[in-house]
């Protein structure tokens, strides 16, 4: 489950993609967050929402947010006060229509995090879905290791998989060593 910091991070991520690219649909905006949480985790060992994704055909998926937005998809709704979802009709047919409501508040990234969400925003600004996925589902990326490579459809798609081979050891000790912290900071439960 998402702490409330994640799940701020991520409302916010979701209000600054909506607000700085084009053409955002629920596709669409999977593939941003899979890109931003996963090369974070690459550089850093930790993802920037918290979220966990699974391989489906059309790429990588937070599987907890689709469950939310799918409610979504037939009624329209405010989503905490930031973002407005709706459908829009399509030649392709219905798409869930994100627009920005309130401001972005920076305070809860990292310089990091904010220079991924700016090259994101900017590289896919006028992608649309189509090349959303194609762009996830480059060879070597996590989605295809997992979905083509090792055949596990809607398999969850491990962030170590983001690791070139050669780091894998150093960042897992590196996780292991942030996620002992974490526990011991959390107390018993």
Do not use: C
Request: charged share 30%.
């Amino acid at each position: 489950m998402l702490t409330n910091h994640d799940r701020q991070k991520l409302v916010e991520a979701v209000l600054y993609f909506a607000t700085n690219v084009k053409k955002l649909g629920k596709v669409k905006l999977f593939k941003l967050l899979y890109f931003l949480d996963f090369e974070h985790f690459r550089d850093t060992g930790r993802s920037v929402t918290g979220m966990d994704y699974v391989a489906w055909k059309m790429g990588p998926v937070p599987e907890a947010l689709h469950g939310e937005l799918s409610a979504l998809d037939t009624a329209a709704g405010e989503w905490f006060g930031k973002v407005e979802f709706g459908s829009l009709q399509t030649k392709s047919g219905p798409m869930l229509r994100i627009k920005p409501l309130g401001e972005f508040d920076a305070r809860f990234f990292t310089k990091r995090e904010l220079r991924i969400l700016e090259r994101l925003a900017t590289e896919f600004k006028n992608s649309d879905a189509t090349e959303m996925i194609e762009a996830t589902h480059l060879e070597n990326l996590p989605w295809n290791q997992v979905y083509v490579k090792e055949g596990k459809k809607r398999g969850r798609i491990p962030y170590e998989y983001a690791l070139r081979k050669q780091e894998a050891a150093e960042m897992k000790s590196v996780v292991n060593e942030r996620s002992d912290l974490i526990a011991a900071l959390k107390g018993p439960r």
